[in-house]
């Protein structure tokens, strides 16, 4: 069994850079909302051309594209998707909209996450929406030579449900004790999130041939 816990984190000594960066977000953040009582309008286009990068980039990674008129017509909702790639490209835009517009009453829980997930693949044929994976997945490498070198090997799928309900949970108690900043924690519960890699997928391949193996480890997990 997997332990998380974030209260530990309360003892960590942050870089000062950290620090420094997390302090001018909020301080943006108060400047953000004077720009928004003062000027909606250009606020609210810089949020649809967010959506759109965010859409086009995070697909991306994932080897799911289309032209960038396409993907402006669908994250829109201007037109109809023509294949696997935009049908998927839907259901992030589905879900990105749903968070924008009601994070404040999503809570960081198991059910609300297969819930998104669920809405991620709704558009799509393949049958794993709204479920934890049920087979093992790794992060590989592929070389040029045509060889595989496995990076890392995520949880199994039966400790991973158990594993998600730990990090919301601990999230959850973090935030609410106010234990270390929410903008520290958060990727934390993301990298933690990750490393747990909770979904059926295909095998995450790395096709640039680094110079140097990356270990990678949730910062919490112990």
């Not at 968070?99 to 819930?115: F, G, K, T, V």
Request: glycine share 4%; proline share 5%.
């Amino acid at each position: 069994m997997r332990i998380f816990n974030y209260a530990n984190l309360k003892n960590h000594r942050w870089d000062s850079e950290i620090l420094g960066l997390v302090a001018q977000i909020h301080e943006f953040k108060g400047k953000q909302e004077l720009y928004l009582k003062q000027k909606p309008a250009t606020l609210e286009k810089l949020v649809e051309i967010a959506k759109i990068q965010s859409t086009e980039a995070s697909n991306k990674i994932e080897g799911i594209v289309t032209t960038s008129t396409r993907l402006q017509q669908l994250v829109m909702e201007k037109t109809t998707p023509r294949n696997r790639d935009e049908e998927e490209i839907m259901g992030y835009r589905d879900v990105l909209n749903t968070i924008h517009e009601s994070y404040e009453y999503i809570p960081i829980r198991s059910s609300y996450i297969l819930q998104l997930h669920r809405d991620l693949y709704q558009y799509s044929q393949k049958d794993i929406g709204g479920r934890f994976k049920n087979t093992q997945n790794v992060i590989a490498e592929n070389h040029p030579d045509g060889t595989r070198t496995v990076r890392f090997t995520p949880l199994a799928p039966y400790e991973t449900p158990g594993a998600v309900d730990s990090i919301c949970d601990n999230f959850n108690q973090a935030i609410d004790a106010c234990i270390v900043d929410p903008l520290v924690l958060i990727p934390i519960f993301i990298n933690d999130f990750l490393c747990i890699h909770p979904f059926n997928d295909d095998d995450v391949i790395i096709r640039t041939k680094l110079e140097k193996p990356s270990k990678i480890k949730g910062l919490a997990l112990i």
